[in-house]
């Protein structure tokens, strides 16, 4: 294969072993479960040192540490926590029973930080919250997020191989209103479209949090529709050493070579040392996407080729009452059109899109004492897009700047501070206090002039527990800035009701506020395919936002946990900033202000945890404002809203003994009509139902645990082999893709391998 190099890197660290010094001796034993199956990843700590480890795929573990006597310390989340005391000899190896871990339903649960006023369970928190971990990712054998964000509930992407973007659509709402943080940072985009999803190393991912609804108090400018925060991995606070690599190929449809650029070639490498509560860590990814050749011929392709490389390095510092550590994220990115030849002259015009990211984020953390933290982070972020027209001769292979083209490009910097305060008043009383400071600048060709906008805000958000059942949290946040009329204040109230042991109810309410991007005010594009202006009369957006939902815990016993989760929202935006076409001109696309824009619907989760089987079953119903309805005398009666459905499952089995796992994944995109407006051959203007079909995805994904350090993964992704969907809509605007709306590059198949390797 075509990185043998790397897989031999790999092999290297697996074959090392550290031999156990003449003062030193090991402990080792088993952790089971009670019903006799090992359990893998269970923490097994000896206490006052940071020695320890994971335990194996057999539940196994092995620590060499001093002479001494220690504390062994037992604990996995969702399990008992056992304690026991031992004397470790130089030399010995001493033996411990098997240890049983028993099921402790009260805390298994997963733990949130986003919107939170500290590390809570889902089972405590006043919001909706969805957790994606790292081992469901594993799973998945993903190389990017929006794989994994594609399967959710109530999500959609869009795609645009004109620019190679793509965008997110979170409960009918389109991704300029949803926040995007990492680590609770916000990261940087040039519009509405989030691209920085796609520029994010998937494997320095611990989880990814989901939060439904408004989120405008605590995050501010974009959190209307809700938050996606993606959480980095950060260690286990113990002396040790990790090494991890990655390699994964896949096919791009039917197009695959190992020693060409056809198909997917995915590498990654990374360590993380530790050591007395010093953290250091590196990773490298490099995402290679040959393209896709679908209907086009000769040079061009249906989907541009993309070559991707992700660089992290943090530093960190971790003692008992602060911690303190700074990231670095790098992007290097190019996306690059291939133009047909000229048979001629032998010549061709390329197009390279060149993305650069770099992204540094420091954050803070200090507890005074059981009453009093504090919280601070600080970041900039330097992300630009760079054109690069150039031209090839075939006849002699020489490449050079095309004459007569734009070489042109746009920076985006951003410079962000938060501080916030956590004081416990009493146990039933604590309030959340922040200051949110934010500057963003653009220059370039493609932007008129060289915009700022800065913006302030302070927010206060007390949790009240008005009884052991009951518990809300109101919110405020003052807002000034420096180029709109922010709302003076802007409310939420959010709230938790136990309704009995197995069934909860939550509600809340919040104000949104969204003031348009720089790219949105003063951006300019022309070329043979492109007339895109900005538009500097944009006016801010509001929004008033509810939500609820139902958890009922079906079934909490050790060996069988159903839940069942009923949601409904409802959203009236304000003018909402989309994007149109020029009145009088067709051809050329600005931004402007919609009077109101609306979004309601249902949605149902469920979720199953028996034995060896974890399963999901969802739907939603969501539906989206027809604001042609609010004319029915010049167009004609239309429905006020548009519905589409959705469906989605997740069925995974283990087979422990095997150290396998079986996944799939079934997601159903329901049909979505919209209304247009058409002129008849009489000139009388009308509206129409315009459709965008329906279609069916699927995922299936095998792993098998090689050894302690070694894991395969394979699978088939896009099972339907869905290409493109049919739309009935009259297409408008430089990006449309007309009728024919790309949506997948067919069935593809994947094989991985995966090395992790530790220490101790």
Request: proline share 3%; with cysteine.
């Amino acid at each position: 294969m075509k990185y043998l190099s790397l897989l031999a890197i790999c092999w290297i660290f697996v074959c090392t072993e550290t031999n156990a010094q003449t003062n030193k001796g090991v402990i080792s034993g088993k952790v089971l479960s009670k019903e006799g199956k090992p359990i893998e990843g269970v923490n097994v700590v000896l206490k006052p040192s940071d020695a320890g480890q994971a335990t194996d795929g057999n539940g196994k573990y092995s620590i060499t540490v001093r002479e001494g006597s220690y504390k062994i310390v037992i604990s996995n989340l969702g399990n008992d926590k056992i304690e026991r005391t031992v004397q470790i000899k130089a030399g010995e190896t001493v033996s411990q029973e098997d240890i049983v871990l028993g099921e402790s339903p009260a805390i298994l649960k997963d733990l949130v930080v986003t919107g939170q006023f500290e590390a809570q369970s889902l089972k405590n928190s006043v919001y909706q919250v969805r957790t994606i971990d790292s081992e469901r990712i594993r799973l998945r054998g993903a190389t990017n997020v929006q794989t994994i964000l594609n399967t959710e509930l109530g999500m959609r992407f869009t795609n645009d191989p004109a620019t190679g973007a793509s965008d997110i659509e979170l409960m009918g709402m389109t991704g300029q209103n949803v926040k995007i943080l990492l680590d609770g940072i916000p990261m940087v985009d040039r519009g509405g479209t989030r691209e920085s999803l796609g520029q994010i190393d998937i494997n320095t991912i611990e989880r990814i949090e989901i939060v439904e609804g408004p989120m405008s108090v605590i995050y501010g400018t974009d959190a209307l529709a809700g938050v996606i925060n993606i959480i980095s991995k950060k260690g286990i606070h113990q002396d040790n050493l990790m090494i991890t690599a990655r390699i994964q190929e896949e096919t791009v449809g039917k197009e695959y070579n190992a020693f060409t650029k056809n198909g997917t070639h995915n590498q990654h490498i990374g360590a993380i040392w530790q050591r007395k509560g010093f953290q250091l860590s590196g990773n490298f990814t490099r995402n290679d996407f040959g393209g896709w050749q679908g209907d086009s011929t000769g040079r061009s392709k249906s989907w541009m080729p993309k070559s991707q490389a992700l660089y992290t390095a943090s530093a960190g510092y971790n003692a008992d009452k602060w911690n303190v550590w700074y990231r670095f994220n790098g992007t290097d990115e190019t996306i690059s059109f291939l133009g047909p030849v000229n048979e001629n002259l032998n010549l061709a015009g390329d197009t390279d899109y060149i993305s650069k990211r770099w992204f540094h984020q420091a954050q803070g953390e200090f507890k005074a004492n059981e009453k009093l933290s504090f919280n601070a982070a600080v970041s900039y972020t330097d992300y630009s897009r760079k054109t690069l027209n150039t031209q090839i001769d075939f006849e002699t292979g020489k490449r050079t700047l095309a004459i007569g083209a734009s070489q042109d490009k746009s920076i985006f910097t951003t410079a962000f501070f938060r501080g916030t305060s956590l004081y416990k008043f009493s146990p039933n009383f604590t309030l959340l206090a922040g200051i949110d400071v934010t500057n963003n600048n653009s220059s370039g060709d493609r932007i008129l002039g060289s915009p700022t906008i800065n913006e302030y805000a302070l927010f206060l958000a007390p949790e009240i527990k008005i009884t052991q059942k009951i518990k809300l949290s109101p919110g405020l946040r003052f807002l000034q800035n420096s180029v709109y009329d922010a709302p003076p204040v802007i409310p939420s109230l959010n709230g938790k009701i136990v309704l009995n042991k197995k069934l909860d109810f939550r509600f809340g309410y919040a104000r949104g506020f969204r003031s348009p991007a720089l790219r949105e005010l003063y951006f300019k594009f022309k070329d043979a395919s492109h007339d895109i202006i900005g538009n500097e009369n944009l006016k801010a957006e509001y929004s008033n936002s509810f939500n609820s939902s139902f958890v009922l815990q079906l079934a909490e016993k050790t060996d069988l946990r159903l839940s069942s989760t009923l949601g409904a929202f409802y959203n009236v935006f304000h003018d909402q900033i989309t994007t149109g076409t020029v009145a009088g001109n067709a051809s050329v696309s600005t931004y402007f202000n919609l009077n109101l824009f609306k979004t309601k619907g249902l949605t149902l989760e469920n979720k199953l945890y028996w034995k060896n089987i974890t399963a999901t079953l969802g739907g939603s119903y969501i539906a989206r404002y027809n604001r042609l309805s609010e004319s029915p005398q010049e167009l004609g009666d239309t429905p006020q809203f548009t519905w589409s459905p959705e469906i989605n499952t997740n069925l995974l089995y283990s087979f422990p003994k095997l150290g396998a796992t079986v996944n799939l994944f079934y997601k159903y995109n329901g049909k979505r009509p919209s209304y247009q407006t058409i002129t008849l051959p009489s000139k009388e203007v009308v509206a129409r139902l315009a459709e965008t079909e329906g279609y069916h995805m699927a995922d299936l994904t095998l792993t098998k645990t090689i050894s302690k350090y070694i894991n395969v993964i394979g699978g088939a992704r896009n099972l339907f082999n869905v290409t493109s969907i049919l739309s009935t809509s009259q297409g408008t605007g430089a990006h449309d893709p007309g009728n024919s709306i790309p949506t997948s590059y067919g069935r593809s198949y994947f094989l991985g391998l995966t090395v992790n390797w530790s220490k101790n």
